[in-house]
């Protein structure tokens, strides 16, 4: 059913009609672009009345379900499938950005839920609080704006529910390193007083640091480290020496000649810092028991992050340029909070994964705050400075995902930062895009335009990079 749109849209837009038993409004996609401080795709000024929110849809073995909340919250799905007495997981979000151009005009923001269960739809409260409501499509050009009364009054089916909660604009991660032991103890009373099943001591469990990852970082602080001293330790290890001749071999690095040793992968192909990186991250998932479906996902986003990290790093002018090794080590290790997660709490970790699915237009920071009291940055970062990994490493780490961050280290961590929203962009990463204000860029002398061009260089060798992960899955 099409109806009629409202007095705003133009009349050369008059073929552009949504499928929706309910009056709407088409609104016109700003560009971003025309303004010069952002270019991200994904993002776009909303009008001050209206409200954008997201659809998300769910299902158990009873059928599917649609909630309907706010951008500014989030879905808690622990409190909705008590309230319904369901067992929802994540089917699909659709809205949770504006979305990506399609060459469809006929697109069904809302499920028809007259012909679905009575509670088909799902409406949060805080959603009826405000008078329009802001709902991406996948046009082109223009996305709608419903009144929220003409909402629910012309669907059927629809119920109001208390599920979500806000997402606070401040930074969880906002804690110095000295802090994190006091926050990461409060976490832990936390749990107990949210009644989680396994009690947990008064400190948290963490893994003791690999042989092989400790030798690798009291050679990284040698001034007379060398080539055969790195292959010693590397060669200690059979399943990373061959992860390293494998590397060296691939066609992404193109070796002229067969590689035999991890010798030759130093001298010929990867270089000293390259292998050192690779060893010790390699070494360190070792430290950890983990699900094993969380590993390939993990190792292709730090390939890519790691690669595009260095990448960026090298292109910099050199009076701004951060250390190119440490560059790609920070992006090797940007996600080992994810890992940690999963070793340190493994009966929630799968509720952690089921709230993110269902949420991914919330920071994945804000959900595990939420639900464990602090998040995956917070505790890689606490547990690389007990490691003694490079101040660096840490900072960035726990700082790369935060816009305007401007303490010691800052250059790792903003570069860090730039790496983790292209890899949104070009979907390597699930995580929600921030709006890129140029201004992110000029501290690191670095344009948007440069680091596109960059990015789009390693995208293009996507699939050989993906070789690269898959391969470090088997260590």
Known sequence: MSVGKGPNS?????????????????????????????RQAYWYPHPAEATPVVIIQLEDSMGRTNVLIRKDTFLDLTRLCELVGRN?????????????????????????????????????????????????????????????QDLISGLGG???????????????????????????????????ALRIKQRLEETLEIPPFPETARRLIELRLDPDASVADLAEIVETDPSLAAQVV???????????????????????????DLVMNLALGLSMGKALNIPKDCIAPYWEQSVFAATLAQALAQSMEPLNRPHVGLSYLAGLLHNFGYLLMAHIFPPHFSQINRFIECNPHAPHSVIEHYLVGITREQLSARLFAGWNLPHEVVHAIQWQNTRV???????????????????????????PLDALDK?????????????????????GRKEELRRLAQQLNKA
């Open 439 to 459: 201004r992110v860029f000029v501290p690191l002398g670095l344009t948007y335009e440069q680091t596109e061009k960059v990015a789009a260089v390693l995208l």
């Open 405 to 431: 961050y401007r303490g010691e280290h800052m250059n790792y961590a903003r570069l860090l930062y730039i790496t983790n929203q292209f890899l949104r962009l070009f979907q390597i990463s699930n995580d």
């Open 158 to 192: 629809s119920v109001t529910m208390n599920v979500s909660e806000p997402i606070h604009p401040h930074d969880p991660n906002n804690q110095t390193i000295i802090a994190l032991d006091k926050h990461i103890l409060s976490a832990v009373h936390r749990f107990t």
């Open 88 to 148: 929802f997981q994540a089917r699909q979000v659709l809205n949770a950005h504006p979305s990506k151009p399609s060459e469809s005009l006929n697109i069904l923001p809302f499920p028809n839920t007259k012909s679905e269960s009575p509670t088909a739809l799902i409406i949060d409260h805080r959603v009826i609080e405000t008078d329009k409501l802001l709902v991406a499509t996948d046009h082109p050009d223009f996305d709608l704006i419903i009144e929220t």
């Open 246 to 272: 494998f590397w060296a071999s691939s066609s992404y690095y193109s070796a002229a000649g067969s590689v035999k040793s991890v010798h030759d992968a130093v001298v010929r192909v990867l270089g000293f």
């Open 10 to 38: 133009a009349e050369q837009d008059s073929a552009i009609t949504f499928d929706l038993p309910i009056p709407y409004t088409l609104l016109a996609k700003k560009q971003l672009s025309e303004r010069n401080d952002v």
